[in-house]
């Protein structure tokens, strides 16, 4: 079967980025889509960049007010005319055979609704290989993120996840809150849906290009991760809290070290330096493994640490959530 493909990918501030992805998606084999860009309030337009591919692919184009990723894509599935829907973030673009691959594994077993991983092009930077590297390697992970071994169910994310047009219309949209692609992942599952991750389904996937916006977008993921338990109480594992364990047992050995002896630190050096060269055997480059103990460190400790803000604010407080704030940290994340 051949399907049609609405690639809907809301869009804020990513002129460069959205020029990328069109040009990815104007080389794939397969030829049966559409793209759709939602751009979100943007105050650097890409639609002078979306008019220089027009004449070689189907895209519909939509400016709206601000009002948030989600609703983004949901006016991308209103607007779409697939069957089935793909979502992408802008800071994504695709190899030529990204929707040949989708299409034969859809015809061959066919799943209400799909992930696949992302991975580093060979042009990113050492500093967003070695994020990309930290953001899906098993040590710092423990597989939520792109790994094959698994310490949880597999949950597809919106950089690189698609669901049927009934699936839409029985599941509904995205909502506008804290990691709504793992909201609507678990809505998809308790209707019964069938969810798969497809191997060779990758993007490219172009990560932070500071590590401020990095910290800061790992510390929003951590209190996404409350905001999830408060809506499905049974969602939080154990491998959710590990960053939260990781930050306080660093502290802890820190302390113990300089007031008792200076052995205590020898775990935390051991584990960093089994990432050292997990990131050296991945990658090959001693710049990139050096540069993903950094950023293995920030990734760990920043989600930690919003997980602890938002467990000690929401669950032994008991404060409700501030949907206001939630929407600011959120676009901060993302800009």
């Not at 590297?133 to 949880?152: D, H, P, Q």
């Not at 590590?211 to 999830?228: C, D, E, N, P």
Request: net charge positive; hydrophobic share 40%; aromatic share 12%.
């Amino acid at each position: 079967m051949r399907h049609f493909f609405s690639i809907i990918v809301p869009v804020y501030n990513r002129k460069e980025e959205v020029e990328e992805l069109l040009r990815s998606f104007q080389e794939q084999s397969y030829k049966n889509f559409e793209v759709v860009i939602v751009e979100d309030g943007s105050t650097i337009p890409c639609k002078e960049v979306v008019n220089l591919f027009e004449k070689n692919i189907s895209i519909q184009y939509l400016y709206k007010e601000n009002e948030g990723r989600s609703i983004a894509r949901n006016k991308g599935m209103e607007m779409a005319r697939g069957d089935y829907f793909v979502f992408l973030d802008s800071d994504c673009f695709a190899p030529k055979e990204y929707l040949q691959n989708l299409n034969e594994n859809l015809s061959n077993h066919y799943v209400d609704c799909f992930g696949g991983k992302d991975m580093a092009h060979d042009s990113f930077s050492d500093l967003q290989k070695a994020i990309n590297f930290s953001m899906t390697s098993f040590l710092t992970t423990g597989g939520i993120r792109g790994g094959k071994v698994r310490m949880e169910k597999f949950v597809p994310r919106s950089f690189n996840m698609g669901f049927s047009r009934e699936t839409w219309e029985k599941v509904g949209g995205f909502r506008e809150m804290f990691s709504e692609d793992i909201d609507i992942s678990t809505r998809i599952h308790m209707k019964g849906c069938s969810i798969s991750l497809l191997e060779n389904v990758e993007v490219y996937h172009r990560r932070r290009t500071s590590l401020r916006k990095f910290a800061h977008q790992v510390y929003v993921f951590g209190m996404s991760r409350i905001t999830l338990k408060m809506l499905y109480p049974d969602s939080l594992k154990l491998v959710h809290c590990l960053p939260a364990v990781f930050l306080l047992g660093c502290i802890g050995l820190l302390v113990l070290s300089v007031f008792w002896k200076k052995v205590a630190i020898i775990p935390l050096v051991f584990y960093l330096f089994l990432l050292f060269i997990s990131a050296l055997y991945s990658t090959k480059k001693i710049r990139i493994a050096s540069l993903s103990i950094l950023t293995s460190m920030i990734q760990l400790c920043g989600y930690g640490a919003g997980f602890i803000q938002a467990f000690t604010e929401h669950i032994l407080l008991k404060h409700q959530r501030n949907t206001a704030k939630e929407k600011e940290l959120r676009k901060g994340a993302n800009e």
